[in-house]
C-alpha cells in the first residue's frame, strides 16, 4: 500500500482528500510514511492516522473511482489501495499491530531509559577512577 506516497506527490489528491474530510466535519491529518529511523515510533503514529480517520481515505478513493477523475495510473492505485483497505484481515491485524507497538513502545522507552542510566554510571565510574 502506498498510501503516504499518493498524498504525499499528488497535491490534487491531498486538495480533494482535504475537501472531503471538511464536508464530512472532520479534522484531516496527513498520513504519515511508515519508515523512518525510529521505527516503531513511525510505525504506530502511521496506524493512528490510518485507523482514526479510516472512513476518509476509503470514501476519498471510493469517490476517486466512481467520478473516474485522474489518469489510469491513479485509477489503479486507488482500486489496489482500496482494495487492501476493505480487507478484514489487514484491518485486524493493523488493530493488533496497534496495541502491540503500544506495549513495545513503553518498554522501549524504559531500556532507553535504563541504558542512559547504565552509561551515566559507567561515566561516572571512568571519572572517579
Same mark, same amino acid.
Given at each position: 500500500m502506498s498510501l503516504h506516497k499518493h498524498y504525499h506527490y499528488s497535491q490534487? @489528491?491531498?486538495?480533494?482528500?482535504?475537501?472531503? @474530510?471538511?464536508?464530512?466535519?472532520?479534522?484531516?491529518?496527513k498520513s504519515v510514511n511508515m519508515s523512518g529511523t525510529r521505527w516503531m515510533p513511525h510505525l504506530s503514529r502511521c496506524l493512528d492516522v490510518l485507523l482514526s480517520k479510516y472512513t476518509?481515505?476509503? @470514501?476519498?478513493?471510493?469517490?476517486?473511482?466512481?467520478?473516474?477523475?485522474?489518469?489510469?495510473?491513479?485509477?489503479?492505485?486507488a482500486h489496489?489501495?482500496?482494495?487492501?483497505?476493505?480487507?478484514?484481515v489487514l484491518i485486524f491485524y493493523m488493530h493488533f499491530l496497534k496495541d502491540v507497538l503500544c506495549i513495545l513502545s513503553d518498554l522501549s522507552?524504559?531500556?532507553?531509559?535504563?541504558?542512559?542510566?547504565?552509561l551515566q554510571h559507567q561515566r561516572h565510574l571512568k571519572l572517579h577512577a
Open positions: 490534487k @489528491a491531498l486538495r480533494e482528500l482535504q475537501l472531503l @474530510a471538511d464536508v464530512m466535519d472532520e479534522d484531516m491529518v476518509i481515505f476509503v @470514501a476519498h478513493f471510493e469517490n476517486t473511482l466512481e467520478s473516474r477523475t485522474g489518469s489510469v495510473e491513479v485509477q489503479g492505485r489496489l489501495i482500496l482494495n487492501h483497505m476493505k480487507d478484514y522507552l524504559i531500556f532507553r531509559r535504563t541504558v542512559v542510566i547504565c
